[in-house]
């Protein structure tokens, strides 16, 4: 029967081992796709030195959802 101690000793051996997944070769200049950007051109002229934002407006007492 394996003890909980001896778990941890195994669990921290693998670890160190570094036995488990792994995340997988990258060729050079792959892009990540993780999180894909939409890159749709807009129909107006965007000002200089403009950046897109937004605010979450959390306060229950004036804005109820």
Do not use: I, W
């Not at 001896?6 to 200049?29: I, K, N, T």
């Not at 990540?32 to 007492?61: L, M, W, Y």
């Amino acid at each position: 029967m394996l003890l909980r101690r001896q778990g941890m000793r195994l669990a921290a051996s693998l670890a160190a081992a570094g036995f488990g997944v792994a995340a997988p070769p990258r060729a050079a200049g792959a892009e990540d796709n993780a999180a894909p950007t939409v890159k749709t051109p807009v129909g107006f002229e965007v000002p200089r030195g403009a950046c897109d934002c937004h605010v979450h407006v959390v306060e229950p007492a004036r804005f109820p959802y």
